[in-house]
């Protein structure tokens, strides 16, 4: 059986090292002292519907019919997981739609569910291969520099 068994408890594990997964790939102090008080406000189920999920969605695991460009497979399911499947969509977030709130907002409506960018974010900063000072080198950065921002910024439709 793939894991988690227990959602909660691997969040709660994932919490533990989110500060200190970050702060060794760089994160500057000021998103730091940050992750602590955000990951508090955003609330996540501990035991959600379980999903099948890919974990690493990026374009290069997309198969693509180009006569229409419709989505006719996914591959690569290697560190596959079972769990909430919010957070599949962190990847998508940050690989395939790249921040950008229109291509967001279309993959939402062809999904037929929109997640709320609090819980991607939250999502992003738990996740076992997560880097936010890549992302934040690669992704628009809101001027205010602050996850809320950044939540919107990245994983918004509007």
């Not at 989110?18 to 940050?34: K, N």
């Not at 609090?118 to 520099?145: I, K, N, Q």
Request: proline share 8%.
């Amino acid at each position: 059986m793939l894991g988690p068994g227990d959602w909660g408890a691997f969040l709660d594990r994932r919490r533990e090292r989110a500060v200190e997964q970050q702060r060794t790939r760089g994160l500057p102090a000021a998103w730091l002292e940050q992750i602590p008080e955000y990951l508090d406000s955003v609330p996540l189920p501990r035991a959600p519907r379980r999903s099948l999920l890919h974990t690493e969605v990026m374009r290069r695991h997309v198969l693509v019919d180009p006569d229409g460009w419709r989505l006719t497979g996914l591959f690569d399911f290697e560190p596959a997981m079972v769990g909430d499947r919010a957070y599949d969509f962190v990847a998508v977030g940050l690989f395939v739609t790249r921040g950008e709130p229109a291509l967001s907002a279309r993959l939402a409506t062809a999904y037929g569910r929109a997640f709320a960018p609090d819980e991607l974010l939250a999502y992003t900063l738990l996740h076992v291969y997560s880097d936010l000072p890549r992302y934040l080198r690669e992704l628009r950065v809101p001027a205010e520099g602050t996850l809320p921002a950044l939540a919107e910024a990245w994983f918004g439709t509007a």
